[in-house]
């Protein structure tokens, strides 16, 4: 009986035993499950967050992006808006000559109204660039380009300076001045400058300059071609007062006879015209100057009726053949011999003839008579027959009065002159008969208080700007010389200009520019280029 006690006692110890095990074990399983669903729950919530935070912040990239949009967008027409003025701006001048003392010439800094956001403006800068104060690169001479490629550092003793500017004459016409990139020889520094370290943004194929600081929208010149040269100076081919010019490669006698002066005369008559018209082709204005009053034919016509010595006494029957320094051998001056020769009593003395009897010579009319009797008043008597020929159909100062009412060429525009009232220093030096000292003083002049008083008009102009370009010889410094090196490469107006818009943010960045330039056309003005950045 105590043997089954004890075996009953052990079998139930043993249940007991195994009933604990087994709750021991169903309790850490539960414990293991639980903990593995906090984990995945954990690891869900993570990764949730995450996906969470990736959207809000591609909704904040897209919200923001479309606020980016809307904001270039509405600079962009800020830009434009800028660009506008300028050209409202242009077609209000009406002046018949452009200079930097005008409106148009200053920067100008301005606001519009948002159109989107209520109360809230946009700031424009604006400045209008005469293309006509640079170098024309598709019409400058080789020296002209020599004169800018030392100036602009090219050494001559390398022997790069002559050989570019002739590679770069031979390699026209460019598109735009940073077409020259191409030229063999050309570099970076020569093109560019130091304009590489002044601007920040990226210059493209097709720009001309990129707008500087804010506010200071000029063109001052820091180095580089790109700065100094251009393809799109252009000006109208008439005088002051609109009127086509007359082309004196083409034009006739009567066309010719009708250019008058400043005196409202008219400057060649009908014998100087025809003169003007043996001596052409021309190849400039200032050739004029060294067109012979007395043409090669009309000089084949009169010379057995000139001497240069006084009537020879009636017993002289030698017929001048033992006077060796003039008489009647150096007046016939080989033009035929002594068949052909009339007789003593009918030569006229071109050294004590008077414009009527100078009048009596075939060809010869008042005009060229009275020419005569000026040239030897002023240089004294002439040596021979043959020097009747040194003089010339009209002086500086007639030239000067008609410059501006003749061409060389026909067209309503003629490219590549060089505004003398907006061009700076550095190019006006570069020019043919002129230095430093020359460019200086018509910068001065254009700069004197103009004494005109003109504060009560609507758009005052500063300064004394050149409307003619007989003022030159006003200058100081320009001589006849340098006038007539200078007159055919120059003038005072321009019809092409460039307009440089920039939008700007408050804190005065430049966000978006618009450029373009715009040909003055009669009373139109036409955008020929256009860049949107």
């Not at 414990?31 to 949730?48: F, Q």
């Not at 004197?448 to 003022?471: A, H, I, K, Y």
Request: a negative charge; one cysteine or more.
């Amino acid at each position: 009986m105590k043997e089954y006690r004890n075996n009953s006692f052990r079998y139930r110890n043993k249940y007991t035993h195994r009933q604990m095990k087994q709750s021991v074990l169903t309790i850490f399983c539960f414990r293991d499950a639980n903990g593995l669903s906090l984990v995945s729950t954990l690891w869900i919530l993570t990764i949730l967050s995450v996906l969470a935070m990736q959207l809000l912040y591609s909704f904040q990239l897209e919200n923001n992006a479309q606020r980016n949009f809307v904001d270039r967008e509405k600079y962009h027409y800020a830009a434009k808006a800028g660009f506008e003025w300028g050209v409202a701006k242009l077609g209000m001048d009406e002046t018949n000559f452009d200079s930097l003392g005008e409106t148009w010439a200053e920067p100008v800094q301005q606001q519009i109204d948002d159109g989107i956001q209520t109360g809230n403006l946009l700031t424009y800068q604006v400045a209008i660039i005469d293309e006509a104060s640079k170098i024309n690169i598709n019409t400058a001479g080789e020296d002209l380009i020599r004169n800018l490629l030392s100036f602009l550092g090219v050494q001559p003793e390398n022997n790069e300076t002559g050989d570019l500017a002739v590679r770069i004459v031979e390699g026209r016409p460019y598109r735009t001045v940073r077409d020259v990139a191409k030229v063999e020889g050309m570099t970076m520094e020569i093109l560019y400058g130091i304009q590489q370290q002044a601007v920040a943004e990226p210059v493209t194929s097709e720009s001309e300059s990129i707008l500087q600081q804010p506010p200071s929208l000029t063109t001052t010149s820091i180095g580089g071609l790109v700065n100094m040269a251009t393809v799109y100076s252009v000006d109208a081919n008439t005088d002051a007062n609109g009127q086509q010019r007359v082309n004196i490669n083409t034009a006739n006698a009567q066309q010719l006879t009708q250019i008058r002066g400043n005196n409202n005369q008219s400057v060649f008559t009908q014998a100087e015209a025809n003169a003007v018209i043996q001596q052409r082709d021309f190849s400039g204005l200032s050739a004029l100057l060294d067109v012979p009053a007395i043409s090669d034919q009309v000089f084949n016509n009169i010379s057995s009726n000139i001497t240069v010595e006084d009537k020879a006494p009636e017993n002289n029957n030698n017929n001048g053949e033992e006077n060796q320094n003039g008489g009647r051998n150096e007046g016939f001056g080989g033009n035929g011999g002594g068949n052909n020769q009339e007789p003593e009593d009918e030569l006229i003395n071109i050294n004590t003839a008077d414009s009527d009897e100078l009048q009596e010579l075939q060809g010869i009319d008042k005009g060229i008579a009275d020419r005569i009797v000026a040239h030897r008043d002023s240089q004294g008597s002439f040596q021979n027959i043959n020097a009747i020929r040194d003089v010339k159909v009209m002086t500086v100062q007639e030239f000067a009065g008609i410059v501006d009412k003749i061409a060389i060429k026909d067209g309503q525009t003629v490219e590549g002159l060089v505004n003398i009232n907006t061009a700076p220093l550095e190019i006006l030096q570069l020019l043919p008969g002129m230095d430093q000292q020359k460019a200086q003083a018509i910068i001065t002049w254009r700069e004197q208080e103009n004494p005109d008083d003109q504060s009560n008009t609507e758009n005052p102009v500063r300064g004394t700007p050149f409307n003619n370009l007989s003022q030159l010889l006003q200058v100081e410094g320009v001589d006849t010389q340098s006038f007539r090196q200078v007159v055919d490469w120059v003038t005072y107006r321009s019809h092409g200009y460039r307009i440089e818009s920039a939008a700007v943010d408050l804190n005065g960045k430049i966000i978006a520019t618009y450029r373009g330039i715009v040909v003055r056309n009669g009373s139109q003005l036409n955008v020929t280029y256009w860049r949107q950045d």
